[in-house]
C-alpha cells in the first residue's frame, strides 16, 4: 500500500512566524503535490513537483515557497506566515500517467495561524 | 484552467436509498478520478473513470468526455458512506496543466441509520 507521511499533524504558529511543513512518500512516485483545504473551497494545489529539484507552480502560490530535496521529500514553507494561512494542508503523490494511475494522500496537517 | 462543479452540495439520504452525485468540467479530461474524504479528513481514491461507465463494488461511475461531466451512483446507502465525495479531473492534455489535479468542491454525503 502505497504511504504518504506528513508531519506535524497540527502547528500553531503566529502572525510572522516560519513554518516548514514536511511530506515523505514511500512509493518511489515521481509526482507529489501541496493542497490546502478550506470550507466552501475543497482542495486547491498550491505547488507540485515531478522530482527531486523540480518545483511546478499551483494554483494559490503566493505566500508559499516549497522545496523537493530528494525522491521522498517535499516541504512546503510559510515564511511570513498570515492568518489566511489557517488551513487543513494534504501531501499527495503519484506514479506518472498509466493505467490510471491514482493520487495517494497523506493524513494532512492542521494549521493554524494567530 | 479547469473549473469543476459538483452537485448537489449535500445530500441526506435514509440507509438503503441510492445516491447520485453528479460533476462537471470545463476542460475535457482523462483520468477523471472519483475521491471519498471521511468526516475525520482522510482522504482515498475510489476509482479513476476517464470514460464511459465503471463499476467498483457498489459504486457505478459514468463519464461523458464530450459533454464533459461524470456522475457517480452509490446504491444500497450505508451509513459507512457518509462523507464528502470529491471529484477531480486533470487539466486538457495540450495545456501544460495535464499533471495538475483540479478538485470540485464536493458532494457532502448523510446516511442516516
Known amino acids: 500500500e502505497a504511504a504518504v507521511t506528513q508531519s506535524p499533524r497540527n502547528k500553531v504558529t503566529v502572525t510572522g512566524g516560519n513554518v516548514t511543513l514536511s511530506c515523505r512518500q514511500t512509493n518511489s512516485h515521481n509526482y507529489m503535490y501541496w493542497y490546502r483545504q478550506d470550507t466552501g473551497h475543497g482542495l486547491r494545489l498550491i505547488h507540485y513537483s515531478y522530482g527531486a529539484g523540480n518545483l511546478q507552480i499551483g494554483d494559490v502560490p503566493d505566500g508559499y515557497k516549497a522545496t523537493r530535496t530528494t525522491q521522498e521529500d517535499f516541504f512546503l514553507l510559510l515564511e511570513l506566515a498570515s492568518p489566511s494561512q489557517t488551513s487543513l494542508y494534504f501531501c499527495?503523490?503519484?506514479?506518472?500517467?498509466?493505467?490510471?494511475?491514482?493520487?495517494?494522500f497523506g493524513s494532512g496537517t492542521r494549521l493554524t495561524v494567530l | 484552467g479547469q473549473q469543476v462543479q459538483q452537485s448537489p452540495a449535500s445530500l441526506v439520504l435514509q440507509e438503503g436509498e441510492n445516491a447520485e452525485l453528479q460533476c462537471n468540467f470545463s476542460s475535457t479530461a482523462t483520468q477523471l478520478q472519483w475521491f471519498y474524504q471521511s468526516p475525520g479528513g482522510s482522504l482515498v481514491s475510489l476509482l479513476s473513470n476517464p470514460s464511459g461507465t465503471k463499476h467498483t463494488g457498489r459504486l457505478t461511475s459514468t463519464t461523458v468526455t464530450k459533454e464533459r461531466r461524470s456522475s457517480l451512483h452509490i446504491s444500497s446507502s450505508q451509513t459507512t458512506d457518509s462523507g464528502t465525495y470529491l471529484c477531480?479531473?486533470?487539466?486538457?492534455?495540450?495545456?501544460?496543466?495535464?499533471?495538475?489535479?483540479?478538485f470540485g468542491a464536493g458532494t457532502r454525503l448523510a446516511v442516516c441509520p
Open positions: 477531480a479531473p486533470p487539466g486538457a492534455l495540450l495545456s501544460g496543466s495535464f499533471n495538475k489535479l483540479t
Open positions: 499527495a503523490s503519484r506514479g506518472d500517467w498509466g493505467s490510471a494511475e491514482t493520487l495517494y
